[in-house]
């Protein structure tokens, strides 16, 4: 299909020294992060859009992207939130009548550079293979010594901290203020999709910053605490670490997502570690330990927990596994109503299968305050 543009090359390198070249699509320029990938057919632009994607350039392993156009409400935050993007082939129209845009602009209003043209499943299986890199994309260089030099500017995720500079400035409150339940959210890069789970489910919330303080979340005199996902490295995020063992001695009812399960987990002196190339999808298996059912998940993560320090944590259980690969994708404290889960059971995009671990979360507050 013809684009708005006069199509141009664009070229992908890796941080291992493999390159790609393409076609452009989207903004012009140079623009890096580190490589993933998405097995997910649809929801692309609410995984654009996906916070936890902050400082990474992401691989749609779909063969067309682009099809069905985007619209306004189709987001889980305020911009696009990718590095860039990757993909096989793109769609210049879109089909879906209620659409307000086509993809191309919708990346070019955010600058977003983008390529196509390119061997995703060749790319893919080349990221399984070495691991998560960097890379960097570039419509203006075409050298590979000004690719390499580009690419040196890109930080390592490895003990990168970014949902501070992510997270909201102000807080700020959603749902009905009269509501018998209130939950302080960290915000770490919360999803819409995740407070409107909540919302719905009766809570009032108040939504803080990343590095807000115990006493700030307690102002608000919360029933429970939420903790959100995010992008970046758990493992440098002793800020938020030493918040949630305060909110563990109030003894309320907590559940986390994500960075937020990593969190709960590093908040128990449990381990967290960069995985090899992280799960990012709509089609993961989860087993549930405690009623012995399979889930099929939503997932965005490129850290996880350590198995090892799970087992030497008396205060901690597994609750569930990955059925691909034996992960740990939830947990809970044994002697107070804390649990978290690795995965994303607000599942936008995806099968809604794991949306009662909100209602788990409302249940424990109910019962804790006798509401």
Not at 18 to 34: D, R
Not at 177 to 193: C, H, M, Q, S, T
Not at 257 to 283: E, P, S, V, W, Y
Request: glycine content about 8%.
């Amino acid at each position: 299909m013809t684009s708005t543009q006069t199509l141009s090359p664009a070229w992908l390198i890796l941080q291992d020294g493999t390159i790609f070249k393409g076609t452009s699509f989207g903004a012009k320029g140079t623009a890096g992060g580190e490589i993933c990938f998405n097995t997910g057919m649809t929801g692309y632009q609410e995984v654009f859009t996906d916070p936890s994607y902050t400082g990474q350039v992401l691989i749609m392993n779909n063969a067309y992207v682009g099809n069905y156009g985007v619209k306004a409400s189709d987001v889980e935050s305020n911009s696009v939130k990718i590095s860039a993007l990757i993909c096989k082939n793109v769609s210049y129209k879109f089909s879906r009548i209620p659409a307000d845009d086509s993809l191309e602009n919708y990346l070019i209003k955010n600058n977003i550079v983008a390529i196509y043209d390119v061997d995703t499943r060749a790319l893919v299986q080349h990221v399984r293979s070495k691991g998560a890199m960097n890379c960097v994309i570039s419509t203006e260089h075409s050298d590979e010594a000004q690719l390499k030099g580009a690419l040196q500017s890109v930080p390592d995720m490895s003990g990168l901290e970014l949902s501070s500079s992510i997270s909201t400035k102000e807080a700020y409150c959603i749902g009905n203020e009269n509501a018998p339940i209130r939950v302080a959210v960290l915000d770490f890069g919360v999803k819409v999709n995740i407070l409107n789970c909540l919302a719905e489910r009766g809570a009032y919330l108040k939504v803080f910053p990343a590095k807000a303080t115990i006493e700030q979340l307690n102002e608000f005199n919360p029933h429970g605490y939420f903790l959100s996902n995010g992008p970046g490295d758990p493992g440098s995020m002793d800020y938020a670490v030493t918040t949630v063992k305060e909110i563990l001695k109030t003894g309320k009812p907590l559940f986390g997502i994500c960075l937020g399960h990593q969190l709960l987990a590093r908040a128990n002196d449990i381990r967290t570690f960069k995985m090899h190339h992280g799960h990012r999808g709509l089609n993961h298996p989860v087993k549930n330990l405690v009623t012995g059912l399979c889930e099929i998940t939503t997932q965005n993560h490129g850290f996880g927990v350590d198995p090892e320090a799970v087992k030497n944590c008396k205060e901690v259980e597994v609750t569930h596994v990955n059925l691909n690969d034996g992960s740990i994708e939830g947990i809970r404290m044994v002697n107070q109503p804390a649990f978290s889960v690795q995965y994303h059971p607000e599942a936008t995009p995806g099968p809604h299968d794991s949306r009662y671990l909100f209602d788990d979360f409302l249940t424990n507050i109910k019962k804790y305050h006798n509401i």
